[in-house]
């Protein structure tokens, strides 16, 4: 009887340990290039808002083109992907905006008012990192730099564990570590206020 508790009780504990390893989705990329102008992607929602795929030219992108004010933080999220730690990357081109302008990444997304911000902003001229707890915007980390509306910026965000990396350009410009959302989250992009802006070739890389 004894021997087949501990059986079982190994067994739980295997299972356990296997799911808290298998935290993260495969890899992914996203381009937007086959997706219909006016339209959402499948498999993206738009928590809060409007986004759609807007034509770039010959180029296709997902664009943030709502005009609200204040505090008010723009989310698209993919709904079927979660990763812990990750590397993630996207190019953004500021588009415009007088209060606010760019936009950024959201990681380990759990819902619209707690997850990590990494956003770059041409209006200010700095990359920051930030952590959204029930809402309220906290800043972790932030570097000054130079940016301009208009042009392409490829943002890229390294996590592993409570240690994070922020890339502008292939850049290491921001080093920092956090405790504040340890678990696997969903991901997306993110803008404040009137910010318009377009975010294009998503890549995801699963960092075990």
Not at 43 to 61: E, H, L, R, Y
Not at 102 to 109: A, I, K, P, T
Not at 115 to 144: F, M
Not at 177 to 198: K, Y
Request: aromatic content about 10%.
């Amino acid at each position: 009887m004894q021997t087949k508790f501990i059986s079982l009780l190994l067994l739980v504990l295997c299972a356990g340990s296997e799911a808290a390893f298998a935290q993260n989705s495969p890899d992914a990329t996203f381009n937007f290039d086959n997706e219909t102008a006016g339209k959402l992607p499948k498999d993206w929602t738009a928590v809060a808002s409007t986004w759609a795929i807007a034509n770039d030219g010959t180029n296709k992108a997902l664009k943030q083109t709502g005009k609200s004010k204040g505090e008010r933080f723009n989310i698209c999220i993919n709904n079927k992907l979660k990763y812990q730690n990750l590397q993630i990357e996207v190019r953004i081109k500021p588009m415009e905006g007088a209060e606010d302008q760019g936009g950024g990444l959201v990681w380990r997304y759990h819902d619209a008012k707690n997850y990590y911000l990494a956003r770059a902003n041409p209006l200010d001229n700095n990359l920051k990192v930030y952590k959204v707890v029930k809402g309220i915007r906290k800043e972790i980390k932030s570097v000054k730099l130079k940016m301009k509306a208009g042009e392409w910026y490829t943002l890229k965000v390294a996590m592993i564990g409570y240690t994070l990396n922020c890339f502008l350009n292939d850049q290491k410009l921001l080093n920092a570590t956090d405790t504040m959302f340890p678990n696997a989250g969903q991901v997306g992009f993110w803008s404040r206020s009137d910010a318009i802006s377009l975010f294009d070739d998503l890549k995801i890389k699963d960092l075990k």
